[in-house]
């Protein structure tokens, strides 16, 4: 199963990344309900286990789960998370770093709705 977890449009988050990205809110709004569509394009193929959600939070990561696999950039204020290099991390017998964004995913998840 893989999960997508996209910042949510109708929080004040939204605007206040698209301000720090440049872009204009209804322009960053559309990038994501852009991505909410075809990721639920993607999840309707009967080949793909996908859920997506939205959250409410200032994200600071961009994680990408797939199974036991995460892949990590990071978002500032100063840099848009699609010119940050993407990290991958497995998971490692006595690792708690993977163990640490894989519990910071799973909770920002249980509070995200679904879309």
């Known amino acids: 199963m893989c999960y997508g977890a996209l910042l949510s449009v109708t929080e004040g988050l939204s605007a206040l990344r698209a301000a720090e990205t440049g872009e204009s809110p209804e ?3 559309a990038g994501i309900r852009l991505a909410l569509g075809r990721l639920g394009d993607l999840g309707a193929h009967p080949a793909v286990q996908l859920q997506t959600a939205t959250y409410d939070a200032l994200p600071v990561w961009r994680m990408l789960a797939f199974n036991d696999i ?6 500032t204020a100063a ?5 940050s290099g993407m990290y991958k991390l497995a998971a490692a017998g006595d690792g708690v770093l993977h163990s640490g964004f894989r519990r910071q995913f799973q909770d ?6 679904r879309a």
């Open 70 to 75: 995460l892949y990590l950039s990071a978002f």
């Open 27 to 29: 322009a960053f709004a």
């Open 108 to 113: 920002t998840w249980r509070h995200a709705r």
């Open 79 to 83: 840099a848009e998370g699609h010119r």
